[in-house]
């Protein structure tokens, strides 16, 4: 897993950017490029839907952790699984597709993070929810969360959210989960990263991090980790009351289907698939060494069970 106020209420403002038909295999779909300002803050999007459809829902897309763009890649680190592009695609024959660049994506942002939290993920949710709240288009808005935004879906779901969409989702708190998985690369550095991790909890900071996990451990970081931590997936979804359809694929690497069992068990009136063949950016791997090149390339195919599994859900 990859570790990336509350305060005085956020005024914000939507710009419609250009909005355009164009052809989609035998259907129209429409395309709308929407920027959302919450505060100094951009949230740049990309909304799609079936133009001869009569209310189709809406699902909107929360990001995993890191610089994750609206259509599945990540500056830096060379993610070019477009991923998200391809769910879009494959999603838009049934339902409204909005997926947007995090705030971490955005450059224009960057000199405005230096005390963002995680809370402020879930701010971002809320007030992209609040936009497409009684739109007359769409019959209903859906969160589909993937990986770490399980969670911030999970916090953002209010009134206005008929179902949620797990794919990928952490079933323990976080600080337990990067233990746990520092420990399976290397168990030195699991036991360094459980001192850091009780320290930072302890007295607020971490006063000498190991330049190995420096990039974690980072002074900067330490007030997200710390608003992050307090969170358990298994009490928040417990605490939904709405469909609930909880997704993991037997290929993921960074996520378990474990997790997504634990999260089933948390909340039994929701729905549990776990997909064959699917690995954690939600591409059908057959060969193992495809499981990490995948992510870097965006010619590795989605998985049809996870589109098939999700068609299905919606339309109940």
Do not use: C
């Not at 403002?13 to 164009?22: K, Q």
């Not at 850091?196 to 330049?211: A, K």
């Not at 007030?223 to 358990?232: A, G, H, I, P, T």
């Not at 605490?239 to 997704?247: G, M, N, S, T, V």
């Amino acid at each position: 897993m990859k570790i990336k106020l509350k305060g005085m209420k956020t005024n914000y403002l939507i710009l419609l950017l250009f909005f355009s038909i164009f052809s989609f295999g035998q259907s129209e779909i429409s395309s709308e490029e929407i920027t959302i300002y919450i505060d100094s803050i951009e949230l740049p999007g990309t909304l799609t839907y079936p133009t001869k459809s009569i209310k189709p829902p809406l699902i909107i897309w929360v990001h995993g952790s890191g610089n994750v763009d609206r259509n599945g890649n990540q500056k830096g680190v060379n993610v070019k699984a477009n991923y998200i592009k391809q769910f879009r695609d494959s999603i838009n024959d049934q339902a409204a597709f909005f997926s947007y660049d995090k705030r971490t994506a955005t450059l224009k942002n960057l000199k405005f993070l230096k005390n963002v939290s995680f809370d402020d993920l879930v701010s971002d949710v809320r007030k992209i929810v609040s936009y497409f709240k009684g739109d007359p288009r769409f019959s209903e808005i859906i969160l589909a969360g993937h990986s770490q935004g399980s969670l911030v879906a999970m916090l953002a779901v209010n009134a206005s959210v008929s179902k949620f969409i797990s794919i990928a989702g952490l079933s323990e708190s976080a600080d337990k989960a990067i233990i746990k998985q520092v420990s399976a690369q290397n168990e030195e550095f699991g036991k360094i990263t459980e001192q850091h991790i009780n320290e930072l909890i302890s007295t607020g900071t971490i006063n000498e991090v190991n330049p190995i996990l420096e990039v974690l451990f980072a002074k900067q970081n330490h007030k997200f980790l710390l608003n992050y931590f307090k969170y358990n997936p298994q009490e928040k979804i417990k605490e939904l009351k709405i469909p609930i359809l909880i997704l993991n694929g037997d290929k993921d690497i960074q996520v378990s289907v474990e997790d997504a069992k634990k999260l089933h068990t948390a909340n039994p009136t929701s729905s549990l698939v776990l997909i064959n063949n699917m690995n954690h950016v939600l591409k059908e791997i057959n060969k193992n060494e495809d499981n990490l090149k995948s992510y870097y390339s965006e010619n590795f195919p989605l998985s049809v069970e996870l589109i098939r599994t999700i068609k299905a859900f919606i339309k109940e």
